[in-house]
T-cell receptor, first 112, second 113 residues
Framework: EAAVTQSPRSKVAVTGGKVTLSCHQTNNHDYMYWYRQDTGHGLRLIHYSYVADSTEKGDIPDGYKASRPSQENFSLILELASLSQTAVYFC???????????FGPGTRLLVL | GEQVEQLPSILRVQERSSASINCTYENSASNYFPWYKQEPGENPKLIIDIRSNMERKQIQGLIVLLDKKAKRFSLHITDTQPADSAMYFCAASSDTNTGKLTFGDGTVLTVKP
């Protein structure tokens, strides 16, 4: 199965602080995604990328930046973390847009 | 964009019975509909998908139906087992939306022994 790893697996951050979530895939996939999942809800797309050095806004990009320095790595950056950004964040990768997305294990972020 | 509504949000069934989850979408251009299963504390995993050139797809005990006219698709799990207990998500994407997936809010399925 495709391998997507995330770090850290959990994090406690303070309001106003900077948070960086990292994602690494070894699948040679072009597409990578960042989603957030709130308790009891579905996944909402924050940012995605289909090529290194380029990122695209998803459905809820406000308050988040993304960086794709290489095909394997995709980071999500919260410059000024807020309480409302407490959630579980999932990274995923896929060969193409309409192909299976393989999800990482998730990062549980708590902003206090 | 796209909006996907998923019902029910909670579903409890007896072991060996069938379970059905329904999703509706708004964008008639949507043409790819995957279903993901997420177990507690785990990441979502694709279990079955269907594209708009099909009306029905089956993989073992999983059946997906697509009604493009009604903009509705559904997952049917036959002969459920306790191991099927999990959260299930439907999703939809269209080329006009750059292929981004829009997920439903999920269904928590509990299969009682």
């Amino acid at each position: 199965e495709a391998a997507v790893t995330q770090s850290p697996r959990s994090k406690v951050a303070v309001t106003g602080g900077k948070v960086t979530l990292s994602c690494h895939q070894t699948n040679n996939h072009d597409y990578m995604y960042w989603y957030r999942q709130d308790t009891g809800h579905g996944l909402r797309l924050i940012h995605y990328s289909y090529v290194a050095d380029s990122t695209e806004k998803g459905d809820i990009p406000d308050g988040y930046k993304a960086s794709r320095p290489s095909q394997e790595n995709f980071s999500l950056i919260l410059e000024l973390a807020s309480l409302s950004q407490t959630a579980v964040y999932f990274c995923a990768s896929s060969v193409g847009q309409k192909d299976t997305q393989y999800f990482g294990p998730g990062t549980r972020l708590l902003v206090l | 964009g796209e909006q996907v509504e998923q019902l029910p949000s909670i579903l409890r069934v007896q072991e060996r019975s069938s379970a059905s989850i329904n999703c509706t979408y708004e964008n008639s251009a949507s043409n790819y509909f995957p279903w993901y299963k997420q177990e507690p504390g785990e990441n979502p995993k694709l279990i079955i998908d269907i594209r708009s050139n099909m009306e029905r797809k089956q993989i073992q005990g999983l059946i997906v139906l697509l009604d493009k006219k009604a903009k509705r698709f559904s997952l049917h799990i036959t002969d459920t087992q306790p191991a099927d207990s999990a959260m299930y998500f439907c999703a939809a994407s269209s080329d006009t939306n750059t292929g981004k997936l829009t997920f439903g809010d999920g269904t928590v399925l509990t299969v009682k022994p």
